[in-house]
């Protein structure tokens, strides 16, 4: 078995081993380092109410200890070589990284494949790593931002996994077993849900035969599918003591990465992106209602939000509102051409620097590979984001003034906050 360059991209070789397991090499010759990544398909989308927050805590404790090596001994070897070791859980995936010279890549296979398939999540450590997560949980639940987005979340998508918090709930976090541990990794860590990623100056048919060694033998399994969520949308809000702000989340449902539309990108770049951008101008800069504010497009496999956040003293929080709501009417009816030029070059710009980031360019790939079974290239991308016209940016914004808004309200908020903003934001739905 060879690693075939892919048919756009001579840099990019992607093999497919027996098991289903993808190996992704970016051959990068002006490094002197390597990134080596292992991405597996399974994140808080893919867990059950009573499992709600597995994945995470599977990633926590997959460094503390392994068929070969316990912690101690997992953390040494990896610093001996320099090497920096990561990980990090979504809702659609969890990866584990290692970065670190160039010539040790081929050990970081190795090592990575130890910690994802060899874990024995030892009962003593479980203890400890419950303890760290739940103060992790405590911390994110005191934190009124964070606190808003979870409302968000479950606004929009109801009951459907991926309203779930990614940290899970604190009953789950206090009752996970060691025997729930393994069977989750038995059931979810399968050759059909991993990509093992390296990218930097390598030989990528030496590192298939590494990834083949190391992973050859995982179970094969099938790969995850979720049924898209059905959008919601309403208003919530909760009241947290110690705030003095109040902390709002408002978006709407947008097309999901499969779905390949470009539009709902550049309808974020444009509407609150950079401080000369609409969100940011108007708001901030010409009526000071805001510190903090930001517009962005998360996109996933099933599912995408439009999403605004900013942070407010109480009594601003109408005014705040009546002026976003204001500001996307405005984008349905007409489009800005030095606002949609800023917003394309941002864009390109954005995308350009994450492709001169090893990691980015991993990242990016394995995505592309779980979505669309191929890795795009860099020009693509670019046409697609140049080919929206300002029609279908305009279409976008309407589209989702169409649908109801939802909004999340977190922090110093008043009693009747959840009727007074459904009050206000109706006005605006077309």
Excluded at 48 to 58: E, M, T, Y
Excluded at 153 to 161: L, R, S, V, W
């Amino acid at each position: 078995m060879t690693a075939d360059p892919s048919p756009s991209l001579s840099d990019t070789f992607v093999a497919t081993l027996g098991n289903g397991v993808r190996v992704l090499t970016l051959r990068l010759p002006h490094l002197h380092s390597a990134s080596v990544s292992v991405f597996v398909r399974s994140g808080s989308q893919h867990e059950s109410l009573q499992l709600n927050g597995i994945s995470h805590l599977v990633e926590h404790m997959a460094f503390k200890g392994t068929h070969e090596r316990d912690c101690q001994q997992i953390n040494l070897d990896a610093e001996r070589l320099g090497a920096e070791v990561n990980a990090h859980t979504d809702k659609d995936h969890t990866a584990y990284h290692m970065r670190g010279l160039a010539h040790d890549a081929r050990r970081f296979v190795h090592m990575l494949g130890d910690i994802v398939r060899n874990g024995t999540f030892p009962e003593a450590e479980l203890e400890r790593e419950r303890q760290v997560i739940l103060q992790e949980y405590m911390e994110d639940d005191d934190d009124p931002l964070s606190t808003a987005f979870k409302l968000f979340d479950k606004i929009c998508f109801g009951n459907h996994p991926v309203a779930q918090p990614i940290i899970g709930t604190r009953r789950n976090i206090e009752r996970f077993t060691r025997e729930d541990l393994v069977g989750y990794v038995q059931r979810q860590y399968t050759g059909a849900n991993v990509i093992v990623g390296v990218a930097g100056p390598v030989d990528p048919d030496a590192i298939l035969k590494d990834v083949e060694a190391a992973f050859g033998s995982m179970p094969a399994g099938s790969a995850h599918q979720v049924v898209p969520p059905d959008y919601v949308g309403g208003v919530r809000s909760r009241r947290l003591g110690g705030s003095s702000q109040s902390h709002l989340v408002l978006g709407y449902a947008i097309p999901t990465l499969k779905d390949d539309d470009p539009s709902s990108l550049l309808a974020a770049a444009l509407f609150g992106e950079g401080m000369s951008s609409p969100l940011m101008d108007q708001i901030r800069e010409r009526l000071g209602l805001v510190y903090h504010a930001a517009c962005s497009a998360d996109v996933m496999e099933v599912c995408g939000q439009f999403v605004i956040e900013a942070s407010t003293v109480p009594e601003h929080v109408d005014q705040l509102l009546d002026k976003v709501m204001s500001l996307l009417a405005q984008h349905a009816e007409t489009t800005d051409p030095v606002g949609l030029e800023r917003a394309r070059n941002q864009l390109a710009v954005r995308s350009l620097l994450a492709q001169e980031r090893p990691y980015g360019r991993l990242e990016t790939a394995a995505q592309d590979l779980f979505v669309h079974g191929r890795v795009r290239s860099q020009e693509e991308l670019t046409e697609r984001l140049q080919t929206v016209t300002p029609a279908q940016v305009r279409e976008a914004f309407a589209r989702m003034l169409a649908s109801p808004v939802s909004v999340a309200l977190a922090g110093k908020v008043g009693q009747q906050s959840s009727e007074r903003v459904r009050d206000r934001v109706a006005a605006y739905r077309r």
